[in-house]
């Protein structure tokens, strides 16, 4: 990058081939973000046109399987080859499954073509992040990646929204049909204005590590997503693949410590900034997925609200986070002192946490949910491309892959744990609430069946259903916001982070 780039950069003024790349860069990076949530209000309707009701969680969880599996070899193959390859192929496989997806005709091809999409999604996700490091300078990471953490958020946010208004006024099928235009006009910009890849060299890649990190992480995932659902967590399957994971995990780890070109550099934890921002990122996915959960179900369920309601409740959280995204990203940049911005990101976070347990646990109504709501996107806009600045800042270059994948896949799994964990808080204290009831309540029925079964029941019942629901529900926000507090702590430990001065500036024209 020449010096007059770095300056155009840090003014705000962008080369024209920077804004292509930027530019296909955010629009990739949104559509892999929204095809974690479109998809969600669409399912009904695809389990009734294609038939395959039992296996319908699997359309959801082959593309987080394989998005967040992917993402560190992706990051290591692009340390050692290049980012350009990767980020376009990347992008063609998300497209092309993407198209499959649209046209699939049983249950079994949409989940085997969401399972390849997820490959797309994974590469698609941590590259457009780790292009950015190669294009500007330390200092301006964070303006840049405010940017995109504004992409991201809005993409998955509204996600649930956008879905269900596709399959309500044309079908199902168009929430994969929009990738279309939206992905070949993204991948045009790149194909034309990424630049090239550095000439080949020789490496050894770590196909073993690949192998037994692939295997673990699946194995893990498949626990956090499908125990408690789909057979119970003390079953032999629970057991079966805990013992999977543990066991692969453990040679992984092993593996890594003596690899040449290992796809996980366990050596990088040792930089105190790196480990920091790696934990502080993986709790913000905690939250923020359980959050994304939880809250419409709330919204539904205890305040009884419809779907496009409880979605419409979310606004405040996608506004506050697109705007102190942006804006935050560009004032960091300028003071140069990013842990500051992330601490205080992480106490909003936990602040607005805190309050949705408060409330949950009065009962407010729910225009006192926006503020708890705007303080939680506040938190998540001014810390998250913070959290990742500091990342990237704090390792050599030829590691940048590799640190941002790490970051990706840890936030990734701290998503899916936080769904887990703060699910099966609220199904204890579900099952516990309406076993005190008494009566005739299968309490089986309604922990599965959700809004339809409490439907199905006498009204008299409902207000006592709702006590439950909400009592339940306000403890998987608890949840959340000890996480964050315990987040919080290990920010402030966080030395060493201030970006260096910016070089002086010639005089424009």
């Given at each position: 990058?020449?010096?007059?780039?770095?300056?155009?950069?840090s003014?705000?003024?962008?080369p024209?081939?920077?804004?292509?790349?930027?530019?296909?860069l955010?629009?990739?990076m949104?559509?892999?973000?929204?095809?974690?949530?479109?998809?969600?209000?669409?399912?009904?309707r695809?389990?009734?046109?294609?038939?395959?009701?039992?296996?319908?969680?699997?359309?959801v969880?082959?593309?987080?399987?394989?998005?967040t599996?992917?993402?560190?070899?992706?990051?290591?193959?692009?340390?050692?080859f290049?980012?350009?390859?990767f980020?376009?192929g990347?992008?063609?496989?998300?497209?092309?499954?993407?198209?499959?997806?649209?046209?699939?005709?049983?249950?079994g091809?949409?989940?085997?073509?969401?399972?390849?999409?997820?490959?797309?999604?994974?590469?698609?996700?941590?590259?457009?992040?780790?292009?950015?490091?190669?294009?500007?300078?330390?200092?301006?990471?964070?303006?840049y990646?405010?940017?995109?953490?504004?992409a991201f958020?809005?993409?998955?946010?509204?996600g649930?929204?956008?879905?269900?208004?596709?399959?309500?006024?044309l079908?199902w099928?168009?929430?994969f049909?929009?990738?279309?235009?939206?992905?070949?006009?993204?991948?045009?910009?790149?194909?034309t204005?990424?630049?090239p890849?550095?000439?080949?060299?020789?490496?050894?890649?770590?196909?073993?590590?690949?192998?037994?990190?692939?295997?673990?992480?699946?194995?893990?995932?498949?626990?956090?997503?499908l125990?408690g659902?789909?057979?119970?967590?003390g079953?032999?399957?629970?057991?079966?693949?805990?013992?999977?994971a543990?066991?692969?995990?453990?040679?992984?780890?092993?593996?890594?410590?003596r690899?040449?070109e290992?796809?996980?550099?366990?050596?990088?934890?040792?930089?105190?900034?790196?480990a920091?921002?790696?934990?502080?990122m993986?709790?913000?996915?905690?939250?923020?997925?359980?959050a994304?959960?939880?809250?419409?179900?709330?919204?539904?369920?205890?305040?009884?609200?419809?779907?496009?309601?409880?979605?419409?409740?979310?606004l405040?959280?996608?506004?506050?986070m697109?705007?102190?995204?942006t804006?935050?990203?560009?004032l960091s940049?300028?003071?140069g002192?990013?842990?500051i911005?992330?601490?205080?990101?992480?106490?909003f976070?936990?602040?607005g946490?805190?309050?949705?347990?408060?409330?949950?646990?009065?009962?407010?109504?729910y225009?006192?949910?926006?503020?708890?709501?705007?303080l939680l996107?506040?938190?998540?806009?001014?810390?998250?491309?913070?959290?990742?600045?500091?990342?990237?800042n704090?390792?050599?270059?030829?590691?940048m892959g590799?640190?941002t994948?790490?970051?990706?896949f840890?936030?990734s799994?701290?998503?899916t744990?936080?769904?887990?964990?703060s699910?099966?808080?609220?199904?204890?204290?579900?099952?516990?609430n309406?076993?005190?009831?008494?009566?005739?309540?299968?309490?089986?029925?309604?922990?599965?069946?959700?809004?339809?079964a409490?439907?199905?029941?006498p009204?008299?019942?409902?207000?006592?259903?709702?006590?439950?629901?909400?009592?339940?529900?306000?403890?998987?926000?608890?949840?959340?916001?000890?996480?964050?507090?315990?987040?919080?702590?290990?920010?402030?430990?966080?030395?060493?982070?201030?970006f260096?001065?910016?070089?002086?500036?010639p005089?424009?024209?």
């Open positions: 990058m020449t010096s007059q780039t770095s300056n155009d950069i003014t705000g003024w962008l024209p081939h920077l804004r292509r790349v930027f530019s296909g955010i629009v990739a949104a559509l892999a973000a929204l095809d974690q949530s479109i998809v969600n209000t669409a399912l009904p695809m389990a009734s046109d294609l038939g395959g009701l039992a296996h319908l969680s699997w359309v969880t082959a593309f987080m399987l394989t998005n599996v992917s993402t560190p070899i992706y990051g290591k193959l692009s340390d050692m290049g980012r350009r390859v980020l376009l990347a992008v063609i496989v998300f497209l092309v499954m993407s198209m499959l997806c649209g046209v699939a005709q049983s249950m091809q949409l989940i085997a073509f969401r399972f390849l999409q997820g490959i797309g999604a994974g590469g698609v996700m941590t590259l457009s992040q780790t292009v950015i490091s190669d294009l500007v300078s330390p200092r301006e990471r964070v303006r990646q405010g940017l995109f953490s504004g958020a809005f993409a998955s946010l509204t649930p929204l956008l879905g269900g208004v596709l399959t309500t006024l079908s099928r168009w929430v049909y929009i990738n279309l235009p939206l992905g070949i006009l993204a991948l045009a910009l790149l194909w204005a990424l630049p890849s550095p000439p080949r060299r020789s490496h050894k890649i770590d196909y073993l590590g690949a192998g037994l990190l692939i295997i673990g992480a699946s194995a893990l995932l498949l626990l956090f997503s125990g659902s789909l057979f119970a967590w079953s032999l399957t629970s057991l079966i693949l805990g013992g999977i543990l066991l692969a995990l453990t040679l992984f780890f092993w593996t890594e410590l690899a040449a290992p796809i996980i550099n366990l050596r990088l934890f040792r930089i105190s900034a790196f920091t921002g790696i934990l502080t993986s709790c913000m996915g905690f939250a923020m997925m359980s994304m959960v939880f809250l419409p179900l709330y919204f539904q369920l205890v305040l009884g609200l419809n779907p496009a309601q409880a979605g419409a409740m979310m405040p959280q996608v506004i506050a697109l705007l102190t995204s804006f935050g990203g560009k940049s300028d003071l002192r990013p842990k911005f992330m601490v205080a990101g992480i106490a976070e936990a602040a946490l805190g309050m949705l347990a408060v409330l949950a646990m009065t009962g407010a109504a225009p006192a949910f926006w503020l708890a709501l705007a996107g506040t938190g998540m806009g001014i810390a998250m491309p913070n959290a990742t600045a500091i990342v990237q704090s390792v050599p270059k030829d590691s590799v640190a994948s790490t970051m990706a840890l936030r799994m701290g998503g744990l936080g769904v887990a964990v699910g099966g808080v609220m199904a204890m204290g579900l099952s516990s309406l076993r005190a009831l008494g009566g005739d309540i299968d309490v089986q029925a309604i922990i599965n069946g959700g809004m339809e409490v439907d199905t029941l009204a008299t019942l409902r207000p006592e259903i709702d006590e439950a629901f909400r009592q339940a529900i306000t403890a998987a926000f608890e949840m959340g916001g000890i996480v964050m507090s315990v987040a919080l702590v290990v920010a402030l430990t966080l030395r060493g982070t201030a260096k001065p910016r070089p002086a500036e005089p424009r024209d």
